[in-house]
């Protein structure tokens, strides 16, 4: 079984940083991508940031400048760096992968239990 579990967030004033972390576990083969989403209250959840198969970076508009994924898919481990955080940046934010596992079946739809992250003065 493969599993996702995020860390990093919490609570942060407008400006300020943080970095999440997600760690993927189990049996697993081979990670073809691992991304961030994030969901906040009453919105659909949307992409943040995704590392792709063939090694792109992907972002959502809202994010670009300000955000940075980063990680080892060989290790399983994926990272969001983020900057100058607003308030509108507050939502719940998961870890996604794209997995292949031990019993070789291919999957895009492992999540993570997600993270809090508030912004607020």
């Known amino acids: 079984q493969v599993q996702l579990v995020e860390s990093g967030g919490g609570l942060v004033q407008p400006g300020g940083s943080l970095r999440l972390s997600c760690t993927a576990s189990g049996s697993i083969f081979t990670i073809h991508a691992m991304g961030w989403y994030r969901q906040a209250p009453g919105k659909q959840r949307e992409l943040v940031a995704a590392?792709?198969?063939?090694?792109?970076?992907n972002y959502g508009d809202s994010v670009k400048g300000r955000f940075t994924i980063s990680g080892d898919k060989a290790k399983g481990t994926v990272y969001l760096q983020m900057n100058n955080l607003q308030p509108e940046d507050t939502a719940v934010y998961y870890c996604?992968?794209?997995?292949?596992?031990?019993?070789?079946?291919?999957?895009?739809?492992?999540w993570g239990q997600g993270t809090q992250v508030t912004v607020s003065s």
């Open positions: 590392s792709t198969s063939d090694g792109s970076t």
């Open positions: 996604r992968g794209d997995i292949t596992d031990g019993l070789g079946r291919t999957s895009n739809n492992y």
